[in-house]
């Protein structure tokens, strides 16, 4: 059983709607991150969340927008994304601040009609 | 930019055999190194860490560093069919002034055959 728990499973959504990506850690850890995935590639940073504070931010769109409510959750906003953007979207957390040992939930993918 | 280098196989290897899985990095400055693994359609999961010259076991899993020529692997011994994944090295530097540096290779695809 993971302790990163990640909803929804699976998302479809149109290019012109709302949505959001959910994250929980049960791990008492202090630093929580997305990452992106498409197939065959590894994963790419997107945000980092240390304390409760965007401390990365790796130049993504503003069309994805962090949200860290305290320092159990972490969401990603999603707003008027492209088809490109479909992808496994990863949350993960660390114990160590900005730490290499990360627990990763099983991942939201992501269809952009 | 920091590189880290793995051969995208796939590895195939016969069940019960030595599996080595191979990764090379660029950063001198690199201090922890990671193993990885992800099955088909899943999230990576940390099988090993590495901190300091030599091996490190756990298991039918092996980490070897040699820093010196800038070098980690992962062996895994008796190698099962559920050991079919893709391995993904990762390498950490010291983060700089509001940077994060955990490189991701590009991940050795394994099929351990029956």
């Known amino acids: 059983d993971t302790e990163v728990t990640q909803t929804p499973k699976h998302l479809v959504m149109g290019m012109t709607n709302k949505k959001s990506l959910k994250c929980e850690q049960h791990?008492?850890?202090?630093?929580m991150y997305w990452y992106k995935q498409k197939a065959k590639k590894p994963p790419e940073l997107m945000f980092v969340?240390?304390?409760?504070?965007?401390?990365i931010n790796e130049s993504v769109p503003s069309r994805f927008s962090p949200e860290c409510p305290n320092s159990s959750l972490l969401n990603l906003h999603l707003h008027a994304l492209q088809p490109e953007d479909s992808a496994l979207y990863l949350c993960?957390?660390?114990?160590?601040?900005?730490?290499?040992?990360?627990?990763f939930g099983e991942g939201s993918r992501l269809t952009v009609l | 930019q920091k590189e880290v280098e793995q051969n995208s196989g796939p590895l195939s290897v016969p069940e019960g055999a030595i599996a080595s899985l191979n990764c090379t990095y660029s950063d001198r400055g690199s201090q922890s190194f990671f193993w990885y693994r992800q099955y088909s359609g899943k999230s990576p999961e940390l099988i090993m860490s590495i901190y300091s010259n030599g091996d490190k076991e756990d298991g039918r899993f092996t980490a070897q560093l040699n820093k010196a020529s800038q070098y980690v692997s992962l062996l895994i011994r008796d190698s099962q069919p559920s050991d079919s994944a893709t391995y993904l090295c990762a390498v950490k530097t010291p983060p700089g002034a509001g940077s994060y540096q955990l490189t991701f290779g590009k991940g050795t695809k394994l099929s351990v055959i029956p």
């Open positions: 993960a957390s660390s114990q160590e601040n900005l730490g290499g040992e990360l627990f």
């Open positions: 791990m008492g850890h202090r630093a």
């Open positions: 969340y240390s304390y409760e504070k965007l401390s």
